[in-house]
C-alpha cells in the first residue's frame, strides 16, 4: 500500500491518503524538501519504506497492526549526530552523541512509525529520525515528521503491512 502526502488539502492542510483513510497530517516547519538535512526542519521528498512500529505501553494498548511492533522502553534513544557511527539508528541511553529521547513526557511518540528514510545506506547529515507519529492538539509542525491524530495513527496501523511506503512528492 502507498501511504501518499498531500501538501495542501481542500482547506489548505497537508493529508495523509492511503487505501482507506484520508486524515490530516502535520508536516514538517520547513515544508517538503527534495534535499534533506540534518536540522532544517524539513520532510523530505521520496518513497520510504515502513521499518517498524515502536508505541508506549504504559499509556496505550499494543497498536493492531502487520508491522513489526516493539515497546518503547525508559532507555530508547534515537541518534541524530552526523559525526556518531550510530547516526539515524536507535541507541540505549544514556548515550553520549545527540540523540532525541522516544519515551517523551508528551504523548507524541506514544505510537510511531519508523520511516525509512537515510537508512539504506545512512549518509551522514541528511537527516534523521523520520517518523509518522502522533500530532501535537494544534497540529503544530514537525522537526521533519508526519503527524496525525492517534486514532487516525491507530486506524492507518491496522491497515500497514510490511512492503507498504510512504510517498512524499515535491509540492
Known sequence: MDIVVTVAGPDGHPLLRWSGGTARCAIGRGGISCDKHEGDGATPVGRFPLRQALYRADRIAQPATALPLQRIGRDDGWCDDPADAAYN???????????ERLWRDDALYDILIVVGHNDDPVRPGRGSAIFIHVASADFTPTAGCVALTIADLQTLLRAC???????????
Open 89 to 99: 539508528r536507535p541507541v540505549p541511553l544514556p548515550y553520549a552523541a545527540s540523540h
Open 161 to 171: 503491512r510490511p512492503g507498504d511506503q510512504l510517498i512524499v512528492a515535491a509540492s
